[in-house]
């Protein structure tokens, strides 16, 4: 790792006065059209995923809500790059949260305290998330590691490897007879690519925008996002982490990005034509069948 990437993945918590609520979308836009998945035997209850925006996503199985690596603010060098699908006051009942990494785009956790029920669990990789999430007020915070597996309230969460610029977990959620994995914002590394042993997933949320930090991989491109749903035989893949951007600086100097949500659309129809690819609009809710 580069000393100028070294830098870049240190956790950054900005001042608080410079972090601001990221806008909400005036009116959340209408589902998208129903998705069948495999039949399974015993058959399958509801599944609805619904995009916020970046990597924070909404996933209900049947009437109980994970959600995804929150952030719901900005600073001057983050930024969302689109309305969010959802507001922490918008939020249902959840009844877990899961966070990938500490970075502050994907936890949030000082400002995602607003959140009424800080009885949340809370399923997190690492020491300073659980000190960080204690601290922001959260009672029920749970250090999980890789390969791990812990049930909240009928939802099986178990955390498997990721990679990225400081130390992250993905995690594999199952309910109800439904699979979903995500994948946070990791790279495609021999570890990560070793989950794909585990099975058929029926949906995959993939990071996709092939950052590059100070020039160094941080996060999949999005034709390695599409070979990694290949591997899962992800029944539907839905891009996540693609419209991020920093402040000038950092953008000028420091950021660069190899992965679009229709590029990644594009290369699934050539490397994994089973796998069904769907692009959603912060709010859009997708229903499985």
Same mark, same amino acid.
């Given at each position: 790792?580069?000393?100028?990437?070294?830098?870049?993945?240190?956790?950054?918590?900005?001042?608080?006065?410079?972090?601001?609520?990221?806008?909400?979308?005036?009116?959340?836009?209408?589902?998208?059209?129903?998705?069948?998945?495999?039949?399974?035997?015993?058959?399958?209850?509801?599944?609805?995923?619904?995009?916020?925006?970046?990597?924070?996503?909404?996933?209900?199985?049947?009437?109980?809500?994970?959600?995804?690596?929150?952030?719901?603010?900005?600073?001057?060098?983050?930024?969302?790059?689109?309305?969010?699908?959802?507001?922490?006051?918008?939020?249902?009942?959840?009844?877990?949260?899961?966070?990938?990494?500490?970075?502050?785009?994907?936890?949030?956790?000082?400002?995602?305290?607003?959140?009424?029920?800080?009885?949340?669990?809370?399923?997190?990789? +690492?020491?300073?998330?659980?000190?960080?999430? $204690?601290? /922001?007020?959260? %009672?029920?915070? &749970?250090?999980?590691? #890789? =390969?791990?597996?812990?049930?909240?309230?009928?939802?099986?969460?178990?955390?498997?490897?990721?990679?990225?610029?400081?130390?992250?977990?993905?995690?594999?959620?199952?309910?109800?007879?439904?699979?979903?994995?995500?994948?946070?914002?990791?790279?495609?590394?021999?570890?990560?690519?070793?989950?794909?042993?585990?099975?058929?997933?029926?949906?995959?949320?993939?990071?996709?925008?092939?950052?590059?930090?100070?020039?160094?991989?941080?996060?999949?491109?999005?034709?390695?996002?599409?070979?990694?749903?290949?591997?899962?035989?992800?029944?539907?893949?839905?891009?996540?982490?693609?419209?991020?951007?920093?402040?000038?600086?950092?953008?000028?100097?420091?950021?660069?990005?190899?992965?679009?949500? +229709?590029?990644?659309?594009?290369?699934?129809? $050539?490397? /994994?034509?089973? %796998?069904?690819? &769907?692009?959603?609009? #912060? =709010?859009?809710?997708?229903?499985?069948?």
């Amino acid at each position: 790792m580069s000393a100028q990437l070294s830098q870049t993945a240190q956790i950054d918590i900005p001042p608080h006065a410079e972090i601001v609520d990221a806008p909400v979308v005036a009116v959340r836009p209408a589902d998208a059209p129903p998705l069948a998945l495999p039949a399974r035997p015993g058959g399958r209850q509801p599944l609805t995923v619904t995009r916020i925006a970046h990597a924070s996503v909404l996933i209900d199985f049947a009437g109980k809500a994970v959600l995804t690596d929150p952030w719901f603010t900005e600073t001057p060098e983050y930024h969302q790059g689109e309305a969010l699908g959802l507001g922490v006051d918008g939020l249902p009942r959840l009844t877990a949260v899961v966070a990938s990494h500490a970075h502050y785009d994907h936890f949030d956790i000082e400002h995602f305290a607003r959140y009424p029920h800080l009885d949340v669990p809370l399923l997190v990789g +690492f020491p300073d998330m659980v000190e960080r999430a $204690r601290n /922001a007020g959260f %009672t029920d915070v &749970r250090q999980i590691h #890789p =390969g791990e597996t812990q049930v909240v309230d009928g939802v099986s969460i178990t955390a498997l490897p990721g990679a990225h610029v400081v130390p992250e977990i993905t995690f594999l959620l199952a309910a109800g007879g439904n699979t979903v994995y995500f994948g946070g914002d990791t790279l495609l590394t021999p570890d990560v690519r070793a989950i794909a042993v585990r099975g058929p997933v029926d949906v995959a949320l993939l990071p996709v925008n092939g950052l590059l930090v100070g020039g160094e991989p941080a996060v999949s491109s999005a034709e390695e996002a599409a070979v990694f749903a290949g591997m899962l035989q992800a029944a539907v893949a839905i891009p996540t982490h693609y419209r991020f951007f920093g402040g000038p600086k950092t953008e000028a100097h420091l950021l660069t990005y190899n992965g679009t949500p +229709f590029r990644f659309l594009n290369s699934l129809r $050539r490397t /994994a034509p089973d %796998t069904v690819g &769907r692009v959603l609009e #912060p =709010g859009q809710r997708q229903r499985f069948t």
